[in-house]
């Protein structure tokens, strides 16, 4: 593991932010990057190169990090944290199925649509069951595309916000 934040801290010298954002989340997803490293990331990292890449992110950690399976779930995450809302249960099951994000409170479900795993119609057709069924539960489900998020995360992190009522 230690192996893993120095790579990321080489890496963050030449990458660009959003490379370095990428490669931050996919140790995460791969559960490689936990509290314990992201501590000493912070220490091995002082005064290197990319940094200043890096420390935005330290700042945004939080343990649903470790439950992403997408890059795309921990864009959302992140985007999540930086607006200081209350974080969802990330890949949980409800009623036996899994879903991206989960608030039970609110009774409302984010679904994450990646290019790579719901763009075919038998993914979609799968996607359409497991939407109304879950709201046959009584839960509301919001779907945001890769596209739709990459656009405009602000305005995808407000949509979902004014759902839950959150603002």
Do not use: Y
Request: charged share 35%; with cysteine.
């Amino acid at each position: 593991v230690l192996r893993a934040t120095l790579a990321l801290i080489d890496f963050a010298a030449t990458a660009s932010e959003t490379e370095v954002r990428f490669a931050f989340l996919e140790l995460c997803r791969l559960r490689l990057f936990d509290r314990q490293e992201l501590e000493l990331c912070v220490r091995r990292a002082t005064g290197k190169r990319g940094v200043a890449k890096l420390k935005p992110l330290f700042g945004l950690w939080v343990p649903e990090l470790q439950r992403i399976r997408s890059v795309l779930e921990g864009l959302f995450v992140l985007a999540w944290v930086e607006r200081g809302l209350k974080m969802p249960e990330v890949n949980e099951k409800i009623f036996g199925r899994e879903v991206d994000m989960l608030w039970r409170e609110e009774k409302v479900i984010v679904e994450l649509d990646g290019e790579a795993f719901h763009s075919d119609p038998i993914a979609r057709s799968r996607d359409l069951e497991k939407q109304r069924f879950l709201e046959s539960k009584g839960f509301r489900v919001i779907r945001v595309t890769w596209k739709e998020f990459m656009a405009d995360p602000a305005g995808a992190i407000d949509r979902i916000a004014r759902e839950l009522g959150l603002t």
